[in-house]
């Protein structure tokens, strides 16, 4: 999973993808989150495109809350047709 992160820190912006704020220049794990839970879509855990950056603050409001932001449903609804979970 690590290799994952690291690929997806040197592709993307270091910024929220909810947000905009600016993330840092460690890739901490805090700052990816599973919009589809790994644990529950073991066919998703290593799925790029499963992955969104966000804050600390974000990423613990959307396990509180998993439906909080537009932008995560939005993506959920995606991969939810990508792995034909309708």
């Given amino acids: 999973m690590r290799e994952m992160f ?6 993307r912006p270091h910024k929220s993808e909810i947000s905009g704020e600016r993330l840092g220049t460690e890739p901490l794990s805090i700052f990816f989150h599973h ?6 879509y073991n066919q998703a855990a290593l799925d790029e495109e499963n992955i ?3 804050t600390l603050e974000e990423h613990s409001n959307v396990e509180n809350d998993t ?9 959920r609804e ?3 047709e990508k792995y034909d979970l309708l």
């Fill in 78 to 80: 995606y991969l939810k």
């Fill in 35 to 40: 919009i589809l839970p790994k644990e529950k």
């Fill in 67 to 75: 439906y909080r932001y537009e932008e995560v449903n939005k993506r």
């Fill in 6 to 11: 690291l690929g997806i820190w040197k592709k």
């Fill in 52 to 54: 969104i950056l966000m």
